[in-house]
């Protein structure tokens, strides 16, 4: 079982330029979660997807979009990348809204210039 | 406010010895208290998970120890080992009309042959 993948795992855009990350789980989980790690803060939520048709706005949602496409993709799409927007970015899932724990990728490593 | 707090910030061992990894929180109402383990490059597993009745939990050579009166709670890493040499966090979960994850920033441990 693969459990969470996210491609790409590197990128380097520039000011101004779009993207989307791809988040795929087949562990026929409900619910899917987008989250930034920076240096010295705890990883802090960017978004999310309770179950499949839903999404909803976690801590840091400013300058992002999501899309839960179905139940097993959830992307992440910046607009207009900006220098603060460079970080970690991880996606997870768990089977619900419970108190459950993640499973998450391996990242996507993503610097703004 | 909820906050979820790590020390030491960083910590170096010799292989084969034993360390103890804090973390404090003022998280309420409490779920629960997951610790994860971060290798380079990847994405947090899960080690343990405590809830309020819970003192202590073992998984291998981890041991997690959990006092819900004072709000603390310790990861015990016993004969550590090369492949011990990550980044642990700490997460409390707690309930606000939904279930709610509080990331700790992290102790980046570095294991010496």
């Known amino acids: 079982n693969a459990g969470v993948t996210q491609t790409p795992k590197f990128q380097v855009l520039k000011t101004g330029q779009s993207m989307t990350l791809q988040c795929a789980q087949d562990?026929?989980?409900?619910?899917m979660y987008w989250y930034r790690q920076d240096p010295g803060m705890g990883l802090r939520l960017i978004y999310y997807?309770?179950?499949?048709?839903?999404?909803d706005k976690g801590e840091v949602p400013n300058g992002y979009n999501v899309s839960r496409l179905n139940k097993r993709e959830f992307s992440l799409r910046l607009e207009s990348a900006a220098p603060s927007q460079t970080s970690v970015y991880f996606c997870a899932s768990k089977p619900g809204q419970g108190a459950g724990g993640y499973t998450f990728g391996s990242g996507t490593r993503l610097t703004v210039v | 406010k909820n906050q979820v707090e790590q020390s030491p910030q960083s910590l170096i061992i010799l292989e084969g010895k034993n360390c103890t990894l804090q973390?404090?929180?003022?998280?309420?109402?409490?779920?629960?208290l997951r610790w994860y383990k971060q290798d380079t490059g990847r994405g947090p597993v899960s080690l343990t998970i405590?809830?309020?009745?819970?003192n202590t939990k073992s998984n291998g050579r981890y041991t997690a120890t959990l006092d819900a009166d004072t709000k603390q709670s310790s990861l015990h890493i016993t004969a550590s080992q090369l492949s011990d040499s990550a980044s642990y966090i700490c997460v409390v979960t707690f309930t606000s009309g939904t279930y709610k994850y509080i990331f700790g920033t992290g102790t980046r441990l570095k294991v010496l042959a």
């Open positions: 973390c404090n929180y003022t998280v309420s109402p409490f779920s629960n």
């Open positions: 562990m026929n989980h409900n619910s």
């Open positions: 405590m809830t309020f009745s819970e």
């Open positions: 997807s309770a179950s499949e048709g839903t999404t």
